[in-house]
């Protein structure tokens, strides 16, 4: 009897994670398209972007950074080093969390608020609603933090934080993009 | 996430007398919060018919109003209270709400959730020779999602100012202001958060869909060995995953405007002399956002459809499906056009015409994978040693709808004949037979011919047979009238048309288009008796009883949890294997071996056994 060939296959839960990560995209794919749409229409207020959002971005480029850091300290096993990088991104994104709801006073004191002309309503949408998914992304961490301390992850158990570093580096990356975007159509 | 694992052979070696009694499942894990693939379709498409019955309830009420405008609606007084009104006639606002409601509950809660719900999640696993899907808990949410929205969309209609009003594609500014009519209040609201539930549900089950059919196959099952069922199942998930968060964004925004006072589609807006303080915004950025997932949506409904209907066409044609590999392209090419499409529902919202002639491009486009699966179908039914069973003429009457209401697509999607024809009563003719009929069909195509492996019992034939004239008949009579109506003039969506001279003439056609509705929605009834009835005393099944290759039918009767007892059989062979010159029998399952069909093998799989060293003479050598 003829042997059938193997089939191709990924981790499930890896899998599954990138398809919601697709479904993010289309999101703020969207809401960015409809961004360009509504400003080649006219009527569109100009204001300058918050100072805040540069600090954040750099905020949120150093979490992806400890978040590496951790996941290649649990593919060495070592253990004190996970708890601290995991613990410095959490920290950072608090921080993350902080400078841009600081952003948000920036624009109020430039008199752009959340209800008025759509250019503003704009930006707190897309910066709201990626601080939503980060949050997501803290109660993840938060997850991978409490594996840690009962010496969950280690180099032969690495899903967990392999998907929360994959997960992080979506984030802060989906977060440059929207700076670089609202920067390059302002 | 953490409970993602994907489910082992833990259940296997229980034999066939004990799968209905598994010890460590209680009641509420077995039947409600069950995360067997097998159960959550039940609990999808039992859900989904309870949906269809209301949804076409609905559509029956709004018909007595168009076809008989004068008649005393006093008796509907105990269903529908206050929306009677006093002189014994729907309220008008109460008639927006009803085609508004029937539009979402058969789009959504019908053809999409009770449809892939269904199907994607009864055959996946079984098809592709799976224990399960990647995540059964994330399925169980999804269907549990499916189940709130329902129930947030149900009490809708026991409110003050009544269910949401604006058109299952609820445009603002209709939608966005609360105050602009009735429905706009909180019924909008409700609306707007069963949506959103919706929505999720979608995507848990659609992200397991595809993970499942990428990651789960068994051993052999490569992907031009997969069914169609499954491969439009997989498209269907793909089209899901990429618009349903678009229309997330669409409801969000809409959301804001309407309760937090943003701009996002209003402005300019006067209600009784005053301006709203709303500026800058447009509606039609929010129909540029809908019809992105709206187009697609359209293809979520007609996919699966088609699948179900090249499977068990080329099962009772006992003939290979002409054309796989064409039928596989067209999916993919649908798949894809169904993204570049939308703009075709907004040639007369004032977009630029050369933006409408580019859309007319595209659209017309989408029409040749369609005529490709039209023509295949064809080609396999053409000398086929048809069977007609209850599915194979669903089937058959689906792929009768796709093409008349496919060719009335074609008429509208030219920018100038839609400007006419934009909202009337012909665009209602075109999709009620090419979406609504056919996806329809293909639905109780999937039931009849499933039935068996659902519930190891057999349906009535002779119900069957009834039940299919009757509504295939039912169906051009309520919809073909439509097509005239609508080239007149008539609006859609409109309360009454008797004060208009020009539709004077129309008025015995649309009394007989409501009867023909009355006698078709009657006739689904004789269905609900057959498959209540026979869940609990039909014929017992036997294990393969349409002779069909695919996996599903290798396992127990009633296949318990984990679907097969033993190993996963393996797969050997594309699924159709029918009537294969040489071979004893008109098919070959797709778990036989190439080994132990000398006789039918061809050239080309005498060559790959040769590859692997295996020594077995072709019997059809030359004649091929
Ligand atoms: C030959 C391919 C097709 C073409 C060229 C086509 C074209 C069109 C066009 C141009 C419209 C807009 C009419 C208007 O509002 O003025 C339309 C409406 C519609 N089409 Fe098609 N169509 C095709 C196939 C389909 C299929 C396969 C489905 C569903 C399975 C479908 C479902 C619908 C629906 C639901 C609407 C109405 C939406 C609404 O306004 O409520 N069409 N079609
Ligand atoms: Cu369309």
């Not at chain 2, 039940?42 to 209301?54: E, N, R, Y």
């Not at chain 2, 609201?189 to 993970?211: H, Q, R």
């Not at chain 2, 990429?242 to 804001?256: H, K």
């Not at chain 2, 009335?408 to 030219?414: E, H, P, S, V």
């Amino acid at each position: 009897m003829e042997t059938p060939a193997q089939v191709l296959s990924m981790h499930p839960r890896k899998f599954l994670l990138w398809l919601f990560i697709v479904s993010i995209v289309m999101i703020f794919a969207s809401l960015t398209s409809a961004y360009v749409v509504k400003q080649s229409e006219g009527a569109w207020l100009i204001f300058d972007l918050p100072q805040a959002f540069i600090y954040s971005s750099i905020v949120v480029l150093l979490s992806s950074a400890t978040m590496q850091w951790a996941y290649w300290a649990a593919k060495k096993d070592n253990l004190s080093q996970i708890k601290i990088a995991v613990g410095v991104t959490l920290a950072l994104s608090l921080v993350f969390l902080i400078v841009q709801y600081l952003g948000w006073g920036q624009l109020v004191d430039q008199q752009v608020f959340f209800v008025g002309n759509p250019a503003g309503s704009f930006i707190y949408v897309l910066t709201g609603l990626h601080a939503f998914h980060l949050a997501a992304g803290i109660v993840f961490l938060i997850i991978v933090l409490i594996s840690t301390l009962r010496f969950k992850v280690h180099s032969k158990s690495m899903t967990q934080i392999e998907m929360c570093t994959t997960f992080w580096h979506f984030l802060s990356g989906l977060w440059i993009y929207l700076y670089l975007f609202l920067l390059l159509n302002n | 996430m953490s409970t993602t694992a994907v489910h082992t052979n833990e259940h296997i070696g229980h034999d066939d007398a004990h799968d209905h009694e598994h010890h460590e499942l209680n009641f509420v894990e077995k039947y409600i919060f069950s995360t067997d693939h097998k159960t959550i379709a039940k609990q999808f498409l039992i859900t989904g018919i309870i949906w269809a019955l209301i949804g076409g309830g609905l559509s029956i009420i709004f018909r007595l109003q168009l076809g008989f405008p004068d008649m005393n609606l006093e008796w509907l007084r105990p269903i529908l209270g206050k929306w009677i009104t006093s002189t014994g006639q729907i309220d008008s606002e109460f008639y927006l709400a009803l085609v508004t409601m029937h539009g979402t509950i058969m789009v959504f809660f019908v053809l999409t959730a009770g449809l892939s719900g269904t199907f994607s999640n009864f055959l996946i696993p079984l098809q592709i020779g799976a224990r399960d899907m990647a995540s059964g808990f994330l399925n169980m949410l999804s269907y549990w999602f499916f189940f709130v929205s329902g129930v947030v969309m149900f009490i809708s209609f026991f409110i003050e100012t009544g269910p949401a009003s604006a058109g299952w594609t609820v445009y603002p500014p209709l939608s966005a202001l609360p105050t602009a009519m009735q429905g706009s209040g909180l019924g909008m609201t409700l609306w707007l958060v069963a949506m959103v539930f919706f929505i999720v549900s979608s995507l848990l089950g659609g992200i397991n869909y595809v993970t499942t059919v990428i990651n789960l196959r068994t051993q052999g099952m490569s992907f031009f060995r997969l069914p169609l069922t499954i491969w439009a199942f997989f498209l269907t998930a793909v089209i899901g995953i990429l618009s349903f968060p678009v229309l997330f964004s669409a409801a969000l925004l809409l959301v804001f405007d309407r309760s937090f006072g943003t701009s996002f589609y209003l402005s300019d807006i006067y209600i009784g002399g005053e301006a709203l303080p709303n500026v800058g915004g447009s509606p039609i950025l929010y129909q540029h956002l809908f019809w992105f997932l709206g187009h697609p949506e359209v293809y979520i409904v007609i996919l699966p459809a088609l699948g179900i209907t090249s499977e068990v066409i080329a099962t009772n044609s006992r003939k290979p499906i002409f054309g796989y590999k064409a039928m596989i392209l067209s999916l993919l090419g649908i798949t894809i056009l169904s993204f570049v499409v939308w703009a075709h529902h907004m040639f007369v919202s004032g977009l630029s015409p050369f933006l409408g002639s580019i859309f007319m491009f595209l659209t017309l486009i989408i029409a040749v994978p369609s005529a490709v699966k039209a023509f295949n179908y064809l080609t396999t039914l053409w000398r086929g040693n048809i069977i007609f069973t209850p599915a194979m003429l669903f089937s058959i009457g689906l792929v009768s709808f796709f093409i008349s209401g496919g060719l009335t697509g074609i008429f509208l999607g030219n920018s100038a004949v839609d400007i006419n024809l934009h909202d009337t009563y012909f665009v209602v003719a075109h999709f009620h037979l090419v979406m609504g009929s056919a996806s329809f069909f293909g639905m109780m195509a999937g039931i009849y011919h499933w039935f068996p492996k659902m519930f190891g019992r057999m349906m009535n034939d002779k119900l069957g047979y009834i039940h299919f004239w009757l509504t295939f008949v039912g169906v051009y009579l309520v919809f073909f009238p439509l097509h005239y109506i609508g080239m007149a003039g008539f609006p859609r969506r409109y309360y009454s048309f008797t004060n208009f001279d020009a539709f004077q003439d129309f008025t015995d056609l649309n009394t007989f288009v409501s009867v023909a509705a009355i006698i078709t929605f009657s006739a689904q009834f004789i269905f609900l008796f057959n498959f209540f009835y026979n869940i609990f005393r039909g014929r017992k099944a036997p294990a393969n009883p349409w002779g069909s290759n695919t996996l599903e039918w290798t396992t127990p009767r009633v296949p318990g949890h984990g679907n097969w007892e033993g190993d996963i059989p393996k797969v050997y062979r594309w699924p159709y294997d029918y009537s294969k010159p040489g071979a004893p029998e008109d098919f070959i399952p797709q778990h036989i071996p190439l080994t132990e069909t000398p006789e039918s093998n061809l050239p080309h799989e005498v060559e790959q056994l040769k590859e692997e060293g295996i020594e077995v003479k072709a019997a059809n050598a030359g004649k091929s």
